[in-house]
């Protein structure tokens, strides 16, 4: 383990050669403890979570590995050492509209009309966006629920979200709050129990309930409302220097959509069949891929 740990550090520092300073990196460990100086002995002066984005300023190769000393932009922006190997490179930065459009593959279109359509227990169903996107084609989603399932889903206007959902030491969005700025933000007009609305963001999200580092998503059936984040829905997050895949992501999202829409707006229960959109789990994004894209 020692000789593995040892060539990944060096595997690190040879990808750093030729490379100046400010590079970024994400951070691996859901804790990464921030060192005063390039040793695990030495005093320990914050800490940084899974996902952080980072900016390192210079590496130093050791008989113990190699170290990087790295900051977070911002106010609150930390700084320390770290050991090189609990961090990968982070994603390029991000396609420009034009480039994201050129870059998919396939359009998110079902091949087949869904094989069974539950009686819905809702009227109309909304797609709510919170805060801006850099990714996500509403529209695309939209026409998706049109050919699969002969759904006419709106989209509402977006709904900026605020300094009172986020939660600064962790980096991420509260799922709670998120949903209760949706409910206080949608227009009164739309906003009953007769509709369902599902929350859409690009931001990472957590549970303050659930003792989880990340969530997909969080419903609340009795209001007929659901937040998803489709932060965590492409491979950037867990590979190595993996940049986003755009149809991916958009399928991703299609799964954990629909199974809102089956909780949400038909009233569905939880499904035995492991190939339903709403099994009993849906934690990550393994989990999504496995699933078909049926209730």
Same mark, same amino acid.
């Given at each position: ?21 400010g590079n ?8 990464? &403890? %921030? ?5 695990a002995? #030495? =005093?320990?002066?914050?800490? $940084? ?6 900016? *390192?300023?210079?590496?130093i ?8 000393s ?14 090189c ?8 930065? &991000? %396609?420009?509209?034009?480039t994201?459009?050129? #870059? =998919?593959?396939?359009?998110? $279109? ?6 069974? *359509? ?13 805060g ?23 989209? %509402? ?38 509709a ?22 969080f ?77």
């Amino acid at each position: 383990m020692r000789l593995v740990s040892i060539l990944l550090a060096l595997q690190f520092a040879v990808s750093m050669l030729g490379q100046s300073t400010g590079n970024k990196a994400i951070v691996v460990p859901d804790t990464l &403890p %921030l060192h005063e100086e390039m040793s695990a002995d #030495s =005093r320990v002066v914050g800490e $940084l979570h899974r996902g952080d984005l980072v900016t *390192i300023r210079s590496t130093i190769a050791q008989s113990g590995g190699t170290w990087c000393s790295v900051f977070q932009a911002g106010p609150a922006g930390k700084s320390g050492k770290v050991p090189c190997a609990s961090l990968r490179w982070a994603p390029v930065a &991000p %396609l420009a509209p034009s480039t994201r459009s050129a #870059s =998919r593959t396939a359009p998110l $279109l079902p091949t087949t009309r869904a094989a069974h *359509i539950p009686q819905p227990i809702r009227g109309t169903i909304y797609l709510v966006p919170l805060g801006t996107f850099r990714y996500i084609d509403l529209p695309t989603l939209v026409e998706y629920y049109r050919q699969k399932f002969s759904l006419e889903v709106r989209i %509402l206007p977006a709904i900026p979200l605020d300094s009172a959902s986020y939660d600064p030491i962790r980096k991420q969005y509260i799922a709670e709050r998120l949903m209760e700025l949706m409910n206080r933000s949608v227009p009164p007009a739309v906003n009953n129990l007769s509709a369902a609305f599902i929350g859409i963001t690009e931001e990472d999200i957590y549970l303050t309930t659930e003792d989880w580092a990340w969530a997909l998503g969080f419903r609340f059936g009795g209001l007929g409302k659901g937040v998803i984040s489709s932060a965590r829905m492409d491979l950037r997050h867990f590979a190595y220097n993996t940049p986003l895949d755009f149809n991916l992501l958009h399928r991703n999202l299609a799964k954990m959509t629909s199974r809102y829409v089956g909780f949400l707006y038909y009233g569905l229960g939880i499904s035995d069949d492991q190939r339903s959109v709403v099994r009993e789990d849906m934690y990550s994004i393994e989990a999504l891929q496995a699933v078909g894209e049926e209730f």
